[in-house]
Each structure stands twice: as structure tokens, then as C-alpha cells.
């Protein structure tokens, strides 16, 4: 197929390479504008645009496709694709795009539509400790993320799974599924399906308001809480008065009848919660790089008894 390929992130890279592996002519790459990073704000390409570099593939960076003009909707008609792929690209497509390609444009969406449709699918099927959550392939319409299903795949979500784990695992689901669908879609072997609106939920994006830990829920809702923020916008507490961010953790059995955020046992951080006990396995103080707990605690010992969040 002739492919214009939509994304960002290096969640979209895998689909991207795994598109070019798999023989298809991926006439144009289409992503965000660079953007300022790190202290002297140089200007960083997205990892996409890497990828298309690497292969000399032209690149486009609109500010916006709906309100850019006609000059890259003139760009798309005159590469006239099969297909518009797009994952994780981060901006909407108007119906003048979505007019375009032969098969329509395909979206890489990493939840089992038609839940967690949105900017934050994957962290949020962590954050509310769901068991399983998968890749579904989609034609986009004008609606976010309301188009009908092509196929999907699911995975178990682990027990210590960070979202940045499962964001990883998914974007190699997401590369192996894309090809499937494209395949299939030219064969004429999929039906696409009406998402359920019944049974359909939201996934934001993201805030740094959601990081700070509220040790009085339980040991459980803590732990998925920091699974789901790892590694942005991370969840954190204080202590002594600093931030304290904290990156992997596990649920501890048993107990205490120490007050919520006491940390009692100072050899390995396990903290009370409302419920239960969890222990932080990986965090970052506050000037500080990030590492292993027990790192940490070898340069910097904490006290039994001390209380964090205050």
C-alpha cells in the first residue's frame, strides 16, 4: 500500500518500522513540531521524524491540519494513499483528511475500544487496576476515538507494571497489529464494527495535580497509583518538608496500626497505608537522581516512625 503515517511518540515508532519492514511505501511522515527540551531549550525532534529521517522519508510538521489552510490537505491529495495511518499522533484530523485515502485512515489505539477512548488509555487502565487492556486498530472518524473497530489484541496487565512498561510492550503489539489490519483491509477480510456507546469510557490526558499520594486509601489503590504515573507525571510525597517521587513499588503483606504514611520499616521503605502496606522499590529525591530504594537508603538513612506528605 501507499501509506502516509501519522505520529509522534515513541509509541508510533515500532508501527512506523514495522510498516517499512513489511514492504509498504510510506509516501510521507506527518508529526508534531519540534519541540524546546532540557535546560538550554534546544529544539528536539520527535522520535518519529528520527525514524523518517533515517529512511528519507518526507516529513511534514503542521501546527494544526484543521486550521493550517490548504496547503497540506493540497500535500495529502496530491500523494493520494491507500491508507492514513496514525498512531499516537496527538492532533485531530479534519473530515478534509479523513476523506482522503482509498481504506480511510487507521488508528493504532492502545485500550480495548470502546474503553479508555482518549489521550491517557494506557495509564489510566493501569490507574484504575485493570487486569487486562490491549490494542485496537480503528477507522478514524470526526468523533474522538468513536470510529469503527477493525481488530484488536489483549494483554495481561502485571501485578508491578508500570504504564511505562506497558506502553512499551503495547506499541510492539500495536507495530504487529497495524500490519495484520492493513492486510486484512486490502483483502477485504475485516468488517469494521460499531463501538457499543454503552459501554464506552473516557481516558484523559495526564496532569502533575494527580501525582501527590494520598496514603489513607489502601495499600492497593497506592501501589496502581504509582504504577500508572511511572514515568510522568510520577507520583510523589514529601519528607522533611521535600518532594520525594516515587517510580516502582509493591503491596508488602500484612499490616500496621501506625498512622496512614508512617514509614515502618526504614530498611526497605515500607510505609502504612489505610489499609495494608506498600513499599517503594525505585524512587528520586528531591536534587537527587532517580534509583533504587536500597541505594538510596545506603547514603541517606530514614527514620522509622517518619511520617511522609507533611
Known amino acids: 500500500m501507499k501509506i502516509v503515517f501519522m505520529g509522534t511518540p515513541d509509541f508510533a515508532v515500532p508501527s512506523l518500522k514495522a510498516l517499512l519492514e513489511a514492504g509498504h511505501k510510506i509516501q510521507a511522515v ?21 525514524v523518517a529521517s533515517e529512511n528519507n522519508i518526507p516529513v511534514y510538521q503542521p501546527v494544526s491540519l484543521k486550521n493550517s489552510g490548504d496547503e497540506y490537505i493540497k500535500i495529502l491529495e ?5 491508507c492514513i495511518v496514525v498512531a499516537a499522533y496527538g492532533k485531530i484530523l479534519p473530515k478534509s ?27 489510566w487502565a493501569v490507574l484504575n487496576d485493570e487486569k487486562t487492556t490491549g490494542i485496537t486498530t480503528m ?8 470510529g469503527d473497530m477493525l481488530l484488536k489484541c489483549e ?6 507494571e508500570t504504564a511505562a512498561e506497558l506502553f512499551d510492550r503495547l506499541a510492539v503489539m500495536g507495530a504487529d497489529l497495524i500490519v495484520e489490519t492493513l492486510d486484512k483491509l486490502e483483502k477485504g477480510e475485516v468488517i469494521p464494527e460499531p463501538q457499543n456507546e454503552e459501554e464506552a469510557t473516557y481516558a484523559p490526558m495526564l496532569t502533575k495535580e ?13 501501589h496502581k497509583q504509582i504504577c500508572g504515573l511511572s514515568d510522568w507525571p510520577c507520583a510523589s510525597t514529601l519528607i522533611g518538608g521535600k518532594r520525594l517521587k516515587i517510580y516502582h513499588s509493591e503491596i508488602v503483606d500484612g499490616n500496621s496500626d501506625k498512622p496512614a504514611g508512617t514509614v515502618v520499616n526504614n530498611k526497605d521503605l515500607t510505609v502504612a497505608c489505610g489499609e495494608g502496606l506498600v513499599r517503594f522499590t525505585e524512587i528520586q529525591a528531591e536534587g537527587s537522581k532517580r534509583m533504587p530504594t536500597a541505594d538510596y537508603l545506603r547514603g541517606k538513612p530514614i527514620a522509622e516512625g517518619t511520617v511522609l506528605g507533611i
Open 30 to 50: 506527518f508529526c508534531q513540531p519540534d519541540k524546546p527540551k532540557g535546560r538550554g531549550m534546544k529544539l528536539v525532534a520527535p522520535p518519529v521524524k528520527n
Open 155 to 160: 494483554t495481561e496487565i502485571g501485578e508491578n
Open 97 to 123: 483528511v479523513l476523506d482522503i485515502p482509498k481504506y480511510g485512515c487507521v488508528n493504532v489505539h492502545g485500550s480495548l475500544l470502546p474503553k479508555y477512548r482518549g489521550a491517557g488509555p494506557i495509564q
Open 78 to 82: 496530491e500523494l493520494a494513499p491507500d
Open 210 to 222: 494527580l501525582s501527590s499520594i494520598d496514603f489513607s486509601k489502601s495499600a492497593r489503590e497506592v
Open 139 to 146: 477507522l478514524m472518524g470526526e468523533g474522538l476515538d468513536t
